[in-house]
Structures are given as C-alpha cells and as structure tokens.
C-alpha cells in the first residue's frame, strides 16, 4: 500500500546535520591532510586523471583538490547503478521529534532535556536517514544525534521506499513502520561528547525480505575505498543517490572524509565503496576545515569506519551480558557475532 506524504508536517526544523558549532569545531580537527596514496588509487582507476592529479601533494588545501578531482571522467557503469539501487532498498527516511539544544546536551543530561522541551511544547519535527542491519532484519542503525535517546526513538516513523515518480512526480512511500526502542536500544554520543554518533534501535517488526538488508563483510576497510556512495534523504526528499565527484579524501584510525554531496537530513546514511562494501556511517557535511589558516565552510563529509561501530557496538552488548543466542536473534550470525567473540 502506498502513502501520499509528499509534505513534512508545518512543525519542520532543519538542523542541517548539527546545529551545535562546538561540534562542528570538533570535527575539524578530524580532517586529516589530502593523502597521497588516495590520490594514486585514483589515477589507477581512471587513466585519463593521471595528468590532472599529477600536480596534487600533501602542501594543497582540500578545496585545490576538488577542483582537480572535478576534471576526472565521471562515467558510471550500469551494474553499479543497479547494485546501488538494491542496496539503497534498506535505505529509509526517517521523521522524529527533536531539537538542535539536544546535540549540544551532556549525555547524562539528554533525559533531563528532552523532558522539559516536551514540557514547553517545544519539540519540533526532524529528519534523518536510517537502514536495516544485520540478516535478521529486526534493527536500524542511524545517527546518535538523529535519534540520542529512547523518547526520541519512540516518536520516529520510517519510510521505506519514499520515492518520486519519474513520469508524475508524485512522492509516497511503500510502507510506514514505528521503532521499539524499548525492545532494543544501544547508543554513542556524538564525537565531542567522547562518542562514535551512532544508535541501533529495534525495529516494532521485522523488515519486509523485498527491502533486504546491509553488513560488513569484515575484509575490507575505509583505507582501500577512493570512492563514496551514499544513498540517502536529503532535508527529508525522496530517496537520493550520489555518483559524482563522490571521492574519498582520506582516513584516520575512527573516521574517513570524503567529498560526496549531503545535506540535512542525510545524516545516519550507510557509505559504500567502489565495490559497494558497506564501510561507514555519515555524520555531517560542510564541516570546517582549516587547511590554511583560515576557518571556512568546505563541502567535506565526515563519517566514521563501520568496523569501528560494530566493534563499540559488540563492546556494549558484552557489557550488557548480551549472549550469543541473542546475538543471533537480533542480528544473526555476521559482522556483530564475529565482533561478540573476538
């Protein structure tokens, strides 16, 4: 059954990813200089870029190299486009109450907060990216600045398939579904606040087998990608994808950037690489970057390793005496398990 919900309610904030500046300050320190071994990567993959990038070193600022990487040959073979659509299947918009002071709140000041906005009637309507995880089909896996707490979770609605008619432009999603976050929900703070920004949260049942689902696969990481995909919903459109100019920059132990286009509301979608290997989780784009000594909005994208996620992920489930038949249960017998007795 499809729904006609082309129009967020008239109570719709934009928060453009994080309101908070003392995060996005935080972020920048995140940003790594332009890396070298990238770059090459690149010109292996597209002969035709060699004499562009060859000119590129570690001195340029990372706005010189995407005018560089803007001269590359952007043709997009037909099997990824379609691999990517199938992917982007688990993919879902998401529509939640919230507010921009809560990305700033403590974490043990989240409840305290969300009470007394809900109190004064300030809450408004937001939006994210989310997408099934795990075999089993029976959770998300979002933003921790998308959904910080249960209460938040609990107001959120999904939509999967919310697509635009090509010939019509009608928009209307396939199914709704709610979350249970009382059933399941394992969180990490936004990156300033000691965290990894990220939530899994049970879903009220399980997913449809038509919208599939996503995994880490274990063998590959963010130090091998040189491009980015990200299938998401921007500032709460229909579902979106990226294939040009989607270049990775470059990596740190916990994070990868890259220049693949977001907006508000993209935040919490899945990045995959060339192969589409799912290999993180995005967080925010136009983020400082302070390359030469002078603070500016860049269209640089940030978002952590999805192997780094799980792995925190396993870590609170063992902390929470989870075993391994609940694992399996809840996320079947892949990526997380694998994590769970590591």
């Known amino acids: 059954m499809e729904h006609d919900d082309s129009e967020l309610p008239e109570d719709f904030e934009d928060f453009s990813h994080l309101s908070d500046e003392s995060e996005l300050d935080f972020l920048a320190k995140e940003m790594l200089k332009p890396n070298v071994r990238v770059i090459k990567d690149i010109a292996k993959e597209d002969k035709q870029a060699e004499d562009t990038l060859a000119i590129i070193d570690d001195s340029m600022s990372s706005m010189k190299i995407f005018d560089k990487l803007a001269q590359i040959n952007q043709l997009v073979d037909h099997s990824i486009v379609a691999e990517l659509i199938k992917l982007g299947k688990s993919v879902v918009h998401m529509r939640m109450k919230g507010h921009s002071s809560l990305t700033s709140a403590h974490p043990s000041k989240l409840q305290k907060t969300w009470d007394e906005l809900k109190k004064k009637n300030k809450l408004k309507t937001y939006v994210g990216t989310g997408w099934v995880f795990g075999s089993e089909r029976k959770v998300i896996i979002t933003n921790n600045h998308v959904l910080?707490?249960?209460?938040?979770?609990?107001?959120?609605?999904?939509?999967?398939?919310?697509?635009?008619?090509?010939?019509?432009?009608?928009?209307?999603?396939?199914?709704?579904?709610?979350?249970?976050?009382?059933?399941?929900?394992?969180?990490?703070?936004?990156?300033?606040?000691?965290?990894?920004?990220?939530?899994?949260?049970?879903?009220?049942?399980?997913?449809?087998?038509?919208?599939?689902?996503?995994?880490?696969?274990?063998?590959?990481?963010?130090?091998?990608?040189?491009?980015?995909?990200?299938?998401?919903?921007?500032?709460?459109?229909?579902?979106?994808?990226?294939?040009?100019?989607?270049?990775?920059?470059?990596?740190?132990?916990?994070?990868?950037?890259?220049?693949?286009?977001?907006?508000?509301?993209?935040?919490?979608?899945?990045?995959?690489?060339?192969?589409?290997?799912?290999?993180?989780?995005?967080?925010?784009?136009?983020?400082?970057?302070?390359?030469?000594?002078?603070?500016?909005?860049?269209?640089?994208?940030?978002?952590?390793?999805?192997?780094?996620?799980?792995?925190?992920?396993?870590?609170?489930?063992?902390?929470?005496?989870?075993?391994?038949?609940?694992?399996?249960?809840?996320?079947?017998?892949?990526?997380?398990?694998?994590?769970?007795?590591?």
């Open 148 to 342: 910080p707490l249960k209460d938040a979770a609990a107001t959120a609605t999904l939509h999967f398939d919310y697509l635009t008619d090509f010939r019509t432009g009608k928009k209307s999603t396939r199914k709704l579904m709610r979350l249970a976050p009382e059933k399941l929900f394992f969180t990490s703070p936004v990156q300033s606040k000691g965290g990894l920004d990220f939530t899994v949260v049970a879903l009220e049942e399980v997913a449809d087998e038509e919208y599939g689902f996503l995994e880490y696969e274990g063998d590959h990481t963010a130090k091998d990608a040189t491009r980015i995909y990200v299938p998401q919903h921007p500032r709460g459109r229909t579902k979106t994808y990226v294939f040009h100019n989607n270049f990775k920059v470059n990596q740190s132990d916990d994070y990868l950037t890259y220049t693949s286009d977001t907006e508000g509301g993209s935040s919490g979608s899945p990045l995959f690489d060339e192969k589409l290997r799912l290999i993180g989780l995005h967080h925010v784009g136009n983020y400082r970057d302070n390359p030469e000594g002078s603070w500016a909005r860049m269209n640089t994208n940030l978002g952590s390793r999805i192997e780094v996620v799980l792995r925190d992920l396993a870590d609170q489930l063992i902390d929470a005496d989870w075993t391994e038949d609940q694992i399996k249960e809840w996320f079947g017998d892949g990526s997380v398990l694998k994590m769970f007795n590591d």
